[in-house]
């Protein structure tokens, strides 16, 4: 029996890898959005790819396997990437004081640019964004925050209605925690031959990419990295 399962495995591996090295969407392909976008996707002819995008201040990458659709082939990242959070931490002062609200990295250096919304017993709440010192209420506002939320909005990270008590004396320390940072989630994104161009059709969109002649050789990773 042993022999009969290692042999079937075998197989189902060998048919696989030919299917893969048949595929004629195997390549290396350069993204085709504008001058204000850049990126790769390399289809390799193992079952695996790799997945590169820049977009203004924004830098997401992937990689995983691939399995052959019909005309298409359809991505999947691997590992399945852990998405970055927003968690809730201790207060702390920032040049001397506490703020409102705060948000950091697991380092302690503050995140600039997090949306907010501030919620409070009455009256209307406030929206605004963080600085790398976080953000304080206004001077002559003497309500005292109750709720608050958050939205890192070039990485759409978003987190639970934080609820401030008693102990939280109406601030809000939150820690973004990066984890998988930048790693786009493909759980069966679809990559196929369309009208002259190569889409690869996600739930945020299509992308249109453009075949490399030659083989191209570009890196696939981000070039900037969160200072963690």
């Known amino acids: ?45 193992d079952g695996h790819f790799q997945y590169g995008l820049t977009v203004g201040a924004m830098d997401e990458r992937a990689e995983g396997r691939w399995e052959a659709r019909g005309d298409a082939i359809c991505l999947f990242t691997e590992p399945t990437p852990v998405p970055p959070a927003f968690a ?38 406030i929206e605004d964004y963080t600085q790398v010192y976080g953000w304080t209420m206004p001077e002559g506002d003497t309500r005292v925050p109750r709720w608050v939320e958050l939205n890192e909005p070039i990485y759409n990270i978003a987190a639970p209605r934080f609820e401030l008590v008693e102990a939280d004396k109406g601030k809000l320390h939150a820690r973004l925690v990066p984890n998988d940072f930048g790693v786009a989630v493909f759980d069966g994104a679809c990559f196929q031959a369309r009208d002259k161009a190569f889409i ?18 570009f890196s696939m990773e981000p070039t900037r990295t969160p200072s963690l």
């Open 88 to 125: 809730k931490a201790a207060p702390v002062e920032v040049d001397g004081a506490v703020p409102t609200i705060f948000v950091s990295w697991p380092n302690g250096r503050g995140v600039a640019g997090v949306d907010f919304v501030i919620g409070f017993d009455q009256g209307d709440p």
């Open 200 to 217: 690869l059709t996600r739930p945020e969109g299509e992308m249109r990419f453009q075949r490399e002649s030659g083989g191209g050789d």
């Open 1 to 45: 029996m042993r022999k009969i399962l290692l042999a079937v495995t075998l197989a189902v591996s060998c048919a696989s890898a030919a299917a893969a090295q048949e595929s004629p969407l195997v390549g290396d392909y350069r993204l085709s959005e504008g001058p204000d976008a850049a990126g790769g996707l390399r289809i390799a002819a």
